[in-house]
């Protein structure tokens, strides 16, 4: 059974909006689904309903063979979660903000300890270890938010727009990070705004548009399908203009109709 499995999800409020309608995936060990879409697009609300903290007004959630409805403390369990918020406690100091999550999924003290210092050598925060919360930039928050989501060693790691803030080598080495968990088999929902994050560590793309699925499928197969032209003709001003390769920003906006917004 795959980690992660959505299947007809909806949800939709009392004023009759309808966020998410009907949408259904899986994903399986190892792999990284990218769910790309506009602001508004009801990403949020669908990573919500994943987790288990709204409830799907249809449809149903399994999260490592457990129903996230029925079962929402122990689905959770099995996941790891970086929202684009910053959701870091300032009470604590670096390292303890680590430990203690670990304490919240039941690890023992020494192997959360463990597992948090290897976690902040990977990020490059360990000599920030002991200093407060609030010290830190909002890089190496996001860094530390980031690595706070791979502490428990999560079946299903949620991110979203985990790269926002991040320096290029900062962005790159959390890739390389990623790359080691999905060897460790962990299924990795990624959002994110920028197209070659996606079209680089995706295998496989849904675009949700408006709460719908529009497609589901590798960067490859969605460009080939949708931009079929072994070139895109663009005019870079007036009378100039530069032939390129079609990419996943072009499957984006032809499909979605929207302009890029980069947070």
């Not at 929402?72 to 406690?89: K, N």
């Not at 996001?142 to 999560?154: E, H």
């Not at 960067?219 to 072994?230: K, Q």
Request: aromatic share 6%.
């Amino acid at each position: 059974m795959s980690p992660l499995i959505v299947s007809h999800l909806s949800k939709r409020y009392g004023n009759g909006l309808e966020a998410v309608s009907d949408i259904s995936f899986e994903i399986g060990k190892g792999e990284c689904f990218g769910l790309l879409g506009p602001n508004g697009a009801g990403k949020s609300t669908a990573i919500q309903c994943i987790s288990g903290f709204y409830p799907a007004t249809s449809g149903n959630v399994v999260l490592n063979g457990r129903d996230v409805g029925r079962e929402p403390r122990l689905a959770r369990r099995s996941l790891g979660v970086c929202s684009q918020e910053e959701t870091l406690d300032s009470d604590f100091n670096v390292i303890d903000q680590l430990v203690r999550h670990g304490r919240y999924f039941r690890m023992e003290a020494r192997d959360a300890v463990s597992r948090a210092e290897m976690l902040l050598a990977e990020f490059g925060l360990s000599d920030k270890a002991f200093e407060p919360v609030e010290s830190l930039s909002g890089g190496l928050k996001r860094r530390l938010q980031v690595a706070r989501s791979l502490l428990a060693m999560p079946a299903v790691l949620i991110l979203d727009e985990p790269t926002v803030g991040l320096d290029p080598d900062a962005r790159r080495r959390l890739w390389e990070i990623l790359g080691k968990e999905r060897t460790r088999g962990t299924a990795i929902l990624l959002c994110t705004h920028y197209m070659d994050e996606a079209e680089r560590l995706c295998d496989r793309i849904g675009i949700l548009y408006r709460g719908k699925l529009l497609d589901i499928d590798s960067p490859e197969n969605l460009i080939a399908r949708h931009v079929p032209v072994e070139t895109v003709d663009e005019e870079v001003r007036p009378g100039v203009h530069w032939k390129r390769r079609p990419n996943l920003e072009d499957v984006y906006l032809k499909l979605t109709g929207s302009s890029l917004v980069q947070t």
